[in-house]
């Protein structure tokens, strides 16, 4: 594998592209860790109060919507956003994924998923006691997504 870097002054904004012969697992899982590295280092905008605060995307457990309000959780605290589910899914990288209709996760900080057959499954987040839950049509997304950041033998 060749690693090479072109500089260009005109560039309105940096990019990294990949070229392979085909699709595959190192080279999705790269994609993934590149990705991640990018946006690594982003903060969210949210309010408590009439204090705002830079959350690092990293802290953020899910977003809900109740009543209208997009509320951001972190394993603390409850914040608001007045940015919408669908805005923030296009603008949240990867590990976030929109579990059912009022919820986005961050899948990344997931301790363990309780499939409930006939209703909800019920999440659990590393460092939390709070929880959230996957309505039963996004659950085999979810499942797929963990399964993609499962380690491989």
């Given at each position: 594998?060749?690693?090479?870097?072109?500089?260009?002054?005109?560039?309105?904004?940096?990019?990294?592209?990949?070229?392979?012969?085909?699709?595959?697992?190192?080279?999705?899982?790269?994609?993934r860790r590149i990705a991640e590295a990018v946006h690594a280092g982003m903060?969210?905008?949210?309010?408590?109060?009439?204090?705002?605060?830079?959350?690092?995307?990293?802290?953020?457990?899910?977003?809900?919507?109740?009543?209208?309000?997009?509320?951001?959780?972190?394993?603390?605290?409850?914040y608001e956003t007045h940015l919408r589910l669908y805005e923030l899914e296009?603008?949240?990288?990867?590990?976030?994924?929109?579990?059912?209709?009022?919820?986005?996760?961050?899948?990344?900080?997931?301790?363990?998923?309780?499939?409930?057959?006939?209703?909800?499954?019920?999440?659990?987040?590393?460092?939390?006691?709070?929880?959230?839950?996957?309505?039963?049509?996004?659950?085999?997304?979810?499942?797929?997504?963990?399964?993609?950041?499962?380690?491989?033998?």
């Amino acid at each position: 594998m060749k690693i090479k870097m072109e500089i260009d002054e005109n560039l309105q904004e940096e990019e990294i592209i990949v070229r392979c012969r085909e699709l595959s697992d190192d080279v999705v899982a790269m994609q993934r860790r590149i990705a991640e590295a990018v946006h690594a280092g982003m903060r969210l905008t949210v309010t408590r109060g009439d204090l705002e605060y830079f959350l690092p995307l990293n802290e953020i457990l899910f977003f809900e919507t109740a009543d209208s309000v997009v509320a951001v959780h972190t394993a603390t605290q409850i914040y608001e956003t007045h940015l919408r589910l669908y805005e923030l899914e296009k603008m949240l990288p990867g590990s976030f994924l929109r579990v059912s209709k009022s919820c986005i996760m961050n899948t990344g900080i997931i301790r363990s998923v309780r499939k409930n057959i006939t209703g909800a499954s019920e999440v659990e987040f590393t460092d939390s006691v709070k929880k959230a839950y996957v309505s039963r049509s996004y659950f085999k997304v979810l499942t797929d997504k963990l399964e993609e950041k499962r380690l491989k033998k």
